[in-house]
């Protein structure tokens, strides 16, 4: 219990002193996984959308795999990126093994299914005829797209903030990929990791409690987001 | 007779390895209300659809203004000249004033308030403006899908099953705002319903459309008092099976 008291009381002593460590650390893990997040959602959403909508022959087949992919174990995904980007690997030529480009390219791996799945699900609940209705109001393709994702809001939000907790509490890909290399790749999670290893309990306690106050913040900022575009209306 | 506001010409559509819809020829004149009828499954919403420009026939053409068009090919002037109000009435997770003014805000304007509660006071319902859509009755939803399109002041309104499902003081309303629309703003309507009392109080022509196919077209007064085929007749009378 002392441990968690102690944690706690550090997480704030470190957070008022603006601890220079802990500043690098949080910078590096907001920039990997909102630059996933970011990018996965780019080419998510418009993904989600066309899967929602067209019906094609093999769509079952590609659902089946979004929704795999929606599970995908993190050090798999580690280990199969390493592997690509490791020197002897088809992409070693890229020197990304080791740099947060190689976590943010696991991570958009990890994310994507999530964006895309989610998406899609929404997109696909709204009534068959809507778009439809819309054409005969007089809205272009860009203005139906437009109205049916701002429709399937909540589900868009569910599908940000799925793809966001995922990749920001995620360890075994980073660590893999990225190797928590000091001032260099080192991001919340696997800082967490390294000092649970070397016994430093209360500062592994600190930086989850600060892990996890990011992730409620990030949330609470997009309900938010979602709460404004409701007053809107 | 003036030329036809809209011509269909050995228009075929179906889905899949079924045909659902043979029109050989067709046409809807301008400012006329015109309506099919017919059983559940005839076609009807098909119908509707294509000549909306929503769907491309298989095979055939739809002529508007005299010109064949597809729904690729019809230029967006043109497609927002026209608009259909669907028998589901799917309005937006919006306030019915948004409902109403979506119409305005794709083709670029920004709907004025008086403009919003005219179209909703048309039918009765500028009370509920501020409303959440989705609280509204079926009836007032209904209304308000008949709204949206009223305030477009479209050149055809298309109308699929209007008042389906509706009770009687609902299907007053709507059915005064169709014949207010046609006469005070020459809006050509174009309406299917499976009521055929409807059509015959609000129509100046209609067609009957059976298994696909039109069987009978006639102005209101023939068609009803004069039927020249025996399904039409059977239709009528309520003996047409299906």
Known sequence: ????????????????????????????????????????????????????????????????????????????????????????????????????????????????????????????????????????????????????????????????????????????????????????TRVLTSAIVLETRKGNFALAIALGIILLSITFSANWLLLHLQGRLEQRQ | MSSPLLQLRDVEHGYGQRLVLRVPELAVYPGEIFAVVGPSGAGKSTLLRLMNFLEKPLQGQIFYQ??????????????????????????????????????????????????????????????????????????????????RALVLHPDILFLDEPTANLDPGNVKLIESSIRHTNRHEHCTVVMVTHNVWQARRLAHRVALLYEGEIIEVAPTADFFEHPQDARTRAFLSGDLVY
């Open chain 1, 1 to 184: 219990m002392n441990a968690f008291l102690d944690g706690f009381l550090q997480a704030l002593r470190l957070i008022l002193t603006l601890d220079a460590n802990l500043i690098e650390v949080v910078q590096l893990s907001l920039w990997v996984s909102g630059t996933a997040l970011f990018i996965s959602a780019l080419l998510g959403l418009p993904a989600g959308i066309f899967l929602g909508l067209k019906e094609f022959t093999g769509k079952r087949l590609l659902m089946v795999l979004i929704y795999t992919g929606m599970g995908l174990p993190p050090v798999v995904v580690g280990l199969t990126i390493y592997i690509l980007l490791s020197r002897q690997g088809p992409l070693g030529s890229w020197g990304w093994l080791f740099t947060p480009k190689a976590m943010i390219l696991t991570q958009i791996i990890l994310s994507l299914p999530l964006i895309i799945g989610f998406t899609a699900t929404a997109i696909a609940a709204a009534p068959a005829a809507l778009p439809m209705q819309l054409r005969s109001l007089g809205a272009t393709r860009r203005q139906i797209v437009l109205t049916l994702l701002y429709e399937a809001r909540a589900g868009v939000m569910a599908a940000l903030i799925a793809g966001f907790g995922a990749i920001i509490s995620e360890v075994g890909s980073v660590m893999i990929v990225g190797g928590n290399i000091e001032h260099k």
């Open chain 2, 66 to 147: 005299n010109q064949a068009w597809t729904p690729a090919s019809l230029p967006i002037e043109a497609r927002r000249q026209m608009t259909s109000v669907f028998q589901q009435p799917l309005l937006l997770s919006t306030s019915v004033a948004n409902n109403v003014a979506y119409g305005l805000r794709v083709r670029g304007q920004r709907p004025g308030k008086t403009a919003i509660l005219q179209a909703l006071e048309t039918v009765r319902l500028a009370h509920l403006a501020q409303q959440h859509a989705h609280t509204l009755s079926s009836g007032e939803a209904q209304r308000v899908s008949l709204a």
